[in-house]
């Protein structure tokens, strides 16, 4: 190095460094920083994993007790298997227009991802309307959970889905005043992107519902 170039980097250095100060460091985020968005998918996965298994409880839970009737009414007497079919069909399709809402977001459409989030909305009030007519005619029946050990794990199983549901609801319709106030962030998308596991999984979840609980126990009773 030359005597001038050794005056002009003298010139140029910072006079906390002349006074003996540590000179800063700065890490490449990529490589040494958090990850917030690894982060927070990894633990909404654990989440998801644990509730997986409390449903598993709920599912063996039921399968145990599906035929203690107590002398009371049995699916048979109790489902409406066009009506579930309906609900179901209704979650369904509540997960094709949370998908497209997805797809939109990608293309930072907000008037589009706000429409699709809200059909979503829409879905799912819709089913949670057919769930609360369902069991308030069971239960004006006659048929509530203290009727027998079939309706008490009944009532748990569907009605844990059904809470699940309205938490969802209620997370959605917090992400669509979020979005127009803080836009397509990196924070907004991960809460899109969780919210979407969530719903797919509520998906799921019911799916087994309507096979083990409602068709099966029509079919077999």
Request: charged fraction near 15%; aromatic fraction near 14%.
């Amino acid at each position: 190095m030359t005597a001038h170039t050794e005056n002009r980097l003298a010139e140029n250095r910072p006079a906390e460094l002349d006074a003996g100060a540590e000179a800063p460091v700065f890490y490449d985020t990529d490589e040494h920083g958090h990850h917030p968005e690894s982060g927070t998918m990894l633990g909404f996965w654990i989440y998801l994993m644990s509730d997986a298994l409390i449903f598993a409880v709920l599912f063996a839970t039921y399968g145990v007790l599906s035929r203690r009737y107590a002398a009371g009414p049995s699916p048979a007497d109790l489902f409406d298997l066009p009506l579930v079919a309906l609900n179901t069909a209704l979650l369904l399709f509540s997960s094709i227009t949370y998908g497209v809402a997805m797809l939109e977001a990608e293309k930072r459409r907000m008037g589009l991802t706000l429409f699709w989030l809200g059909l979503t909305g829409v879905f799912g009030l819709a089913f949670l309307g057919i769930e609360l007519y369902e069991f308030h005619h069971m239960i004006s029946e006659g048929a509530g959970p203290w009727r027998s050990a079939f309706l008490s794990a009944f009532f748990a199983l569907v009605g844990t889905h059904g809470l699940h549901v309205t938490f969802g609801i209620i997370w959605l319709v917090t992400l669509m005043f979020q979005l127009p106030m803080h836009g397509f962030i990196p924070e907004n998308h991960r809460r899109l992107m969780c919210l979407g596991m969530f719903w797919h999984f509520l998906d799921v979840i019911w799916i087994g519902v309507f096979t083990f609980v409602y068709l099966m126990g029509v079919l077999l009773a």
